[in-house]
């Protein structure tokens, strides 16, 4: 009697208890229990997914599949380490003939006084916490990754995250003790300050619902080509300047519309990175949380 | 009622696997979800209250691990769970046509609660990008999936069934021998 009761209003009960959980998650009620029960599952979650990278790993059996993959590996960390370190090489350059100009504007203005200043402080892997992809969002709407690394490491919300060397992969969302969720730029709240590095015209790289990206608002006027270098402007203050984010893959250009648009091509592939690097030493403007419009 | 001592570790399983590996697979945009089957087939199998249980629990576990609004894939769960432990559609045919049907229905409305969901919390929704190029694949994917789904779980079912009560495909409920 008992029993069947129960069983009738169960799930009734269960119901409204998720609902009760929805409107406290928006007012932060639950951070400290969500912090709890993180504690017990991060470890849980880690240990899955080593386990189920080593499964996966058994299903190649022939000794030189193996072999001609990781030779592929291999080259392909050259290229995207190559491509990075050019990329890198093209923002020198261009700093280089900013900072002549700088010099020259200087010279002949030699009543004034100026100060250098340094918007990024990249760190090494060894003083900066490095987190490894753990979990991937189980929900398909959303584009977010789960890594190792939360607030005992000193990552705070609105850190910039990034993968292979200076390319950024998207910014802390949510913190944890020893996790963090990072809202990948592919997610479709994620906007970013951008800039064409070719051209320096400004832009917004936007995700979009297939995951895709595309730079938004760039005006008419300025020019822009397949093959241009997508890096953050650092405009707003949310995200330092000189980051890469891809590549313009496809430029779409309307003369009766007031800006023009460009589908990038990201640098890296969102789905295939394993360490991420948090830059710790930037201190974003907005305090409010990332420009995503996601709540710390 | 499955022991919660099988019930969470089993459920929680479920949705580390969901997480860890099936998050990753995408076929033509169609996502399979395990903690969708086993919540949706099990309920078939033992009706709305043990459904909305594995529902609860699993969604928890994925909210957990979710950027999303804490209870968003819970409640989405509990609402599927729910309905694929009523009555219905018993008479048109076997128990792998009728998973099939309701994997097929059922995770096309859980994706459009999610959606639900995620525009009541905020967060921009291409509603018709996400039905078209997400929801409906899904719904196939898991729809095909869900009959396998069923045939293992009844496994567990008639291995954790109590003893002297059988079950009845037409009429599922319980009956002493």
């Not at chain 1, 400290?32 to 190649?60: C, Y």
């Not at chain 1, 800039?195 to 730079?215: E, N, W, Y």
């Not at chain 2, 570790?9 to 860890?20: K, N, W």
């Not at chain 2, 921009?124 to 869900?146: D, E, F, K, M, R």
Request: with cysteine; proline share 5%; hydrophobic share 50%.
């Amino acid at each position: 009697m008992r029993s069947a009761f129960w069983r009738s209003w169960l799930p009734l009960l269960l119901f409204l208890l998720t609902l009760t959980l929805l409107v406290l998650h928006e007012t932060q009620a639950l951070r400290s229990v969500e912090n709890g029960l993180q504690l017990v599952f991060a470890p849980l979650q880690r240990f899955t997914s080593t386990l189920v990278d080593r499964a996966g790993g058994l299903f190649h059996t022939a000794r030189q599949v193996r072999e001609l993959e990781a030779q592929v590996q291999q080259l392909q960390d050259q290229v995207d380490a190559l491509s990075v370190e050019n990329i890198r090489l093209q923002t020198f350059e261009a700093e280089v003939t900013q900072l002549r100009d700088l010099l020259g504007f200087a010279a002949t203005n030699p009543t004034w006084t100026f100060m250098g200043a340094d918007v990024v402080g990249r760190e090494a892997c060894a003083q900066a916490p490095c987190g490894e992809v753990i979990g991937q969002e189980p929900n398909p709407y959303l584009r977010y990754f789960t890594i190792n690394a939360g607030a005992e490491e000193g990552v705070a919300v609105g850190m910039p995250v990034v993968a292979g060397g200076a390319v950024l992969v998207g910014r802390v969302a949510e913190v944890g003790p020893h996790t963090a969720k990072v809202q990948l730029l592919s997610d479709t709240a994620s906007d970013v300050a951008a800039m064409l590095q070719q051209s320096q015209a400004t832009g917004v790289v936007a995700g979009q619902p297939d995951g895709s990206l595309r730079m938004l608002y760039i005006p008419q006027d300025e020019p822009l080509e397949v093959g241009d270098v997508v890096l953050t402007s650092g405009l707003g203050g949310g995200l330092p300047r000189g980051l890469v984010i891809g590549q313009v893959a496809e430029v779409y250009r309307q003369d009766v519309a007031l800006f023009q648009e460009a589908a990038i091509r990201p640098a890296v592939d969102y789905r295939r990175v394993g360490l991420l690097l948090v830059i710790t030493s930037f201190q974003p403007l907005v305090e409010e949380g990332p420009e995503t419009g996601v709540q710390p | 009622m499955l022991s919660l001592y099988i019930t969470i570790p089993l459920v929680t399983a479920f949705a580390l696997l969901q997480d860890v590996l099936l998050s990753r697979v995408s076929l033509l945009g169609a996502r399979p979800d395990l903690l969708f089957l086993a919540v949706v087939c099990w309920a078939l199998l033992r009706g709305s209250a043990e459904g909305v249980v594995w529902a609860f629990i699993g969604g928890l576990v994925l909210d957990l691990f979710s950027g999303g609004p804490m209870g968003g894939l819970t409640l989405a769960y509990v609402v599927v769970a729910f309905l694929a432990g009523r009555q219905w559609g018993r008479e048109l045919g076997s128990a792998a046509f009728q998973s099939l049907l309701l994997g097929l229905g059922l995770c096309f409305l859980f994706h459009v609660l999610l959606l639900l969901v995620l525009t009541w919390a905020g967060h921009p929704v291409a509603w018709a990008h996400s039905l078209a190029a997400i929801a409906a694949p899904s719904a196939v994917l898991n729809g095909v999936l869900a009959p396998f789904a069923h045939w293992v779980l009844r496994w567990l079912d008639r291995r954790t069934r109590p003893e002297g009560l059988v079950f009845d495909v037409r009429q599922p409920r319980y009956r002493s021998r």
